[in-house]
């Protein structure tokens, strides 16, 4: 039995400051950088005890627990990570990071430059998916750790986990890839673009140079928010929640908040709009969409996670249609083309993209017995 | 064996005053209206060979054909309506009408109210589905059209022609309905209100009285339709149709246009922006969120059509994620409960929504002998 699930507790967010350049994937050095990470947990003599979460767009280095000053800022995947829980603290040192050219503390587009005195804004490089990996990789380093026992992320988190296990195959034992599509199809590409679209025309955004005129493109952000949340939840876990409900119980005959679906998403992109940063938002969107791995093997991705040594678990939910089951079962054929472990499984939920987040017990104890078995394999 | 198909040729609109005033569901009247309209072949001298054709969002009267002044302007649905098409207007006589609050001439929120000499903007009256559909039926009594061989149209058409045979059982002989839904999901509705807020939150439009500040609301607008668009395609049309092609071959490293799937639906808005109508919009978007014939029958939609007298062709498309086949089902289930004769085809078609206004060779060969059956029955 599973010990009782606890809190991981009152953590705290540390820096790590780094001068050594970053030449990103395209051709831009970052002189120097910050990155923001939270551990919990502890690591083990051997060192061997170690997991990457890495997170998708809009979360951070905060997984779990809460801040003492601010108890209700619980971790973002609180419910998978800290003591007894299916990624167990008691036994593995976990560890979460925002990748650089984020807004939660990392070096990212509002941060200073200090050759300037200016913000970054427009002139933050594009971050790619591989340069995230090499910045985690030297976090990773510098924290003591050659070798992670796991690697492991929903959505983006994947894309990155999976990179993790092409660009450094001797530091990965093992991927959890929950969510996941080894690159972005057409569509998705194209949700990716209204939402920058939506940013990049707000007045309010100056070329993404706004910081200086004291004014924040929300109206973009809200946007991009609510075209987000739509696409993580499944159409029918949306009619489940907010069916045609009307918040006044009768038609307004107005253009306003007349549903409780409109209520909704106006909050979550309110909301949204007061805490990120637009320009994290253009660079992680692209990110999703110049991740793909397959294309130096000619989109063949078998042949792309040829080098790849790590033991998969991949899980994919029905009523995803972000990235749908099938995009999943592209990353387990290439595994078991390499003839590499993996455990998959397509789980029946209907709660669509979002459910990587979510209590769904098949999930978590999926989870759990697969880090059960990857402990006593440690 | 059908005649061999030809265009409507040269096609002319005309226009309809009513100083009848419409009073619209929401309470609201405007006193005095005009309708744009064509016709296509000869009403016969029983008066029993019309047929309406109801537009979606942003089609017009102009169904079939094309301007003598401008001949590459053809009909949006003239593929289906012409001499020997599959609704042939060698037999039936075709009434392609733009709808109230539309921007092709109909009135709208861009016509001047003559009691203000001012654009109507944001004073015109909040449309309804029963709203269009009873200035319709005004249209066909001046026409002299007591009751319509059938009235047919596709989405928001759709809407429209299910709610003639309920308003009008004795005046509609037969419904088409293709890629139909008896209402809006909750995420149907979502997408609209995105579509709508970038819209009303654009500067430039001045809470829908744009019209005397010599703007439009263009941002809105267009990425109103980038929206759209993504819901008439399925994922697997725009990854057939674009994939991850890159416009110029390589990744820029950029917030602009890299994917060819970003360049369709930049070019896509911007063309939208230009000839479409921002208040329409919110009237057209709104009044597809609305329409739900079935609740006024406490949700029951075979009691809300339990008066209706119509023979119906359903026709769903696999690939259409906006209006899924189990919409049309729903339609099907309430018409075989009320011992309606129906025709349903879920045509196994890729192209998502918009398959309703392609050349499908079993779609069009399916509307064609449902019309050869209709018309024998005239």
Redesign the interface.
Known sequence: MANEEQSAGAVRPQTMHFDTPLAF????VLDAYDLMYETYGTLNAARSNAVLVCHALNASHHVAGYYADDPDNIGWWDNMVGPGKPLDTDRYFVIGVNNVGGCFGSTGPASINTKTGLAYGSSF??VTVEDWVKAQARLATRLGIERFAAVMGGSLGAMQALQWSIAYPDRVGAVMAVAAAP?????N???N??A???I????DFHGGDFYGHGVKPK?GL??AR??G??TY?S?DA??E????ALRNGT?G???DV??E??SY??YQ?DKFAEYFDANTY?LIT?AL??F?PAEAAGGDLSKAMSKVKSRFLVASFTSD?RFSPSRSREIVKALVDNRLPVTYAEIDAPHGHDAFLLDDSRYLALVRAWYDDLYASL
Not at 200 to 203: I, L, Q, R, S
Not at 241 to 244: P, Q
Request: net charge positive.
């Open positions: 994937r395209s051709g831009t490089p594009v690159k972005l199809s057409a569509q590409i194209a949700f673009e209204v920058r679209r939506a990049t025309t707000d007045p109206r809200r946007l609510m075209i949340h739509i939840l159409d949306m009619m929640k907010f069916g045609r038609i005959y107005h253009f007349d549903f679906v409109e998403l106006r992109g253009l692209r969409d110049y793909d249609w």
